[in-house]
């Protein structure tokens, strides 16, 4: 990747976020420069792993997924990251939740203000309002880059179309699923937010690193998966990084238990290995598909790198 200070593009779906600001007891814990990226771009996040997190949620707008009312937990948290490399500088990685009406003019923003994209794609079928992923990537001081990247954020949640709906989503903020079976299934466990179940396993078999830093999970190198609903009549979405030789195994895995595949992408540029994402979606009881995501799960590293 490039070593110049700018923001590139990378993929990673994130978690939703808790709102703007820092609390006292974050601000404890969150080093002193981060706390100033905390600042300036008015957002919150949290420090974990030697990891910054920004949350970037789209609170703003309500969401249904195939006449499916869902809630923002559920795939539309917007965030971007960064830890220190070897020279000092930070890397910085990130995706961008946008409407379709914003993609142009965040793009535009963020390239005036030297920053690169490497990655727009959707993470869904039947989506209504259409939603768009940007992926963002950078070098550089923690400051600098929260300066660069802030007159695109600002652009975002500026003007919500009438066809969003203009509101949060008006979905349950409980759930009914047993998430303790889920995770069983799955074989690992996950974290409550709202109604939402989300499972992530890091690829840490995956040696990945940038200007000395180690890519991460909380830096975007993940395995996911969100469900909703009841154990009955659940959905679920997620993302799958994979190894170039592990995409076709996995497709067939996703696809043999009835889940439906609707991107493969990069979310990185320039990377060794190369490191692509597929996103995929499915509706169903919860253990039918706790079990596919199970089956996908069990592709990664099986090939050598």
């Not at 601000?27 to 990226?37: E, F, G, I, K, S």
């Not at 919150?44 to 009312?69: E, F, Q, T």
């Not at 066809?163 to 299934?185: H, N, Q, V």
């Not at 995409?247 to 990069?266: C, E, F, M, Q, Y």
């Amino acid at each position: 990747m490039k070593s110049v200070i700018s923001l590139v593009g990378l993929a990673l779906f994130a978690l939703a976020g808790l709102g703007t600001g820092v609390s006292t007891a974050d601000a404890q814990t969150v080093p002193d420069d981060y706390q100033q990226v905390l600042k300036i771009t008015g957002k919150s996040g949290d420090y974990k792993a030697n990891v910054l997190k920004v949350n970037i949620p789209r609170n703003d707008i309500h969401v249904s997924i195939d006449n499916l009312s869902v809630p923002t937990p559920f795939g539309f948290g917007g965030w971007f990251a960064m830890t220190k490399g070897d020279s000092g500088d930070d890397v910085m990685m990130g995706d961008l939740v946008l409407l379709q009406e914003e993609v142009n003019p965040v793009m535009s923003a963020l390239l005036d203000h030297g920053i690169e994209v490497t990655a727009l794609h959707n993470h869904f079928f039947w989506e209504n309002p259409r939603i768009f992923y940007m992926h963002v990537h950078g070098h550089g001081k923690p400051a600098e880059l929260a300066e660069h990247i802030k007159p695109a954020l600002e652009l975002i949640g500026k003007s919500v179309p009438a066809a969003s709906g203009g509101a949060p989503s008006s979905a349950p903020a409980k759930t009914d699923l047993d998430t303790t079976r889920i995770a069983k299934i799955v074989g690992h466990d996950g974290e409550q937010n709202g109604a939402v179940y989300k499972i992530t396993v890091g690829r840490d078999d995956i040696k990945l690193k940038e200007m000395g830093a180690t890519i991460n999970a909380r830096m975007g190198m993940n395995t996911w998966a969100a469900f909703y609903g009841t154990n009955e009549d659940a959905v679920v979405a997620g993302d799958v990084a994979m190894l170039e030789n592990e995409v076709t195994p996995t497709l067939k895995a996703l696809r043999s238990h009835g889940l439906d595949v609707v991107a493969i992408h990069n979310h990185m540029i320039e990377t060794q290995p190369v490191v692509i994402f597929l996103h995929y979606w499915g509706r169903g009881s919860a253990e039918k598909l706790a079990a596919g995501f199970k089956a996908a799960l069990e592709q990664a590293g099986k090939s050598s790198q």
